[in-house]
């Protein structure tokens, strides 16, 4: 049966983006992206809340030229070669390939891609990635910690669910950057 992973790149308090909505103390150094290259390298199929799918989308165009850093083409490759599913009560339409939209977190729809997906699967943002935690539809946690307090804005986790993990792994980076890998208790 394949996984469910919810990864998020957060503040060391836990934020996805600050209380001003900006999220670019966030981004990853070439380490950093290297290493979030290989954890979505094996990934068949991402489900995105609609708000991280309008940020992700970008990789559908972005330049892949050999000027581009390694890292940029990589990721872009990767991202391109998945499945998506955006979830969305408003959106129209959606502006990359290989993408369907959902109207709703249907919990036995997942269980089911779940047991019939041939490989992992990602599920983000903190809104989406939240209701799947809330369900028990997650199966392992990746966070990358960044050495920077925000004091307030989106939380990576969900508030107002209790659960007791595994920690399964970790990586420091040059740039302060901790990665933690945990497996959920069930
Ligand atoms: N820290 C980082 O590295 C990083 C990276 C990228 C982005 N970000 C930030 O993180 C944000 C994304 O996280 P987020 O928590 O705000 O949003 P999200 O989970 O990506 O998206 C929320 C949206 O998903 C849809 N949705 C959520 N639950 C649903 C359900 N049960 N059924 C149907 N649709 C559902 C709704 O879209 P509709 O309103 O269309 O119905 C909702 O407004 C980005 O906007 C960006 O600011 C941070």
């Not at 850093?69 to 955006?86: H, N």
């Amino acid at each position: 049966m394949a996984k469910l992973i919810y990864s998020a790149i957060a503040s060391l308090d836990g934020y996805v983006e600050d209380d001003q909505g900006r999220f670019e103390w966030a981004a990853p150094d070439q380490e950093v992206h290297a290493f979030v290259n290989d954890l979505e390298r094996p990934i068949g199929v991402y489900l995105y809340g609609r708000r991280m799918y309008e940020t992700m989308v970008f990789w559908e165009t972005v330049d892949t030229g050999s000027d581009e850093p390694a890292v940029i083409r990589d990721f872009a490759q990767i991202w391109r070669a998945a499945d998506k599913i955006v979830y969305s009560r408003t959106l129209q339409a959606v502006s990359s390939a290989r993408t369907r939209i959902e109207r709703d977190l249907d919990v036995e729809a997942v269980r089911r891609l779940k047991e019939t997906s041939e490989s992992d699967i990602t599920i983000g943002g903190a809104e989406l990635g939240g209701q799947a935690i809330a369900a028990g539809l997650v199966d392992e946690l990746h966070l990358l910690l960044g050495p920077i307090i925000v004091g307030g804005g989106k939380p990576a986790l969900p508030r107002n669910v209790h659960a007791q993990l595994q920690l399964i792994g970790e990586r420091r980076f040059q740039s302060g950057v901790v990665h933690l890998h945990y497996r959920m208790r069930t």
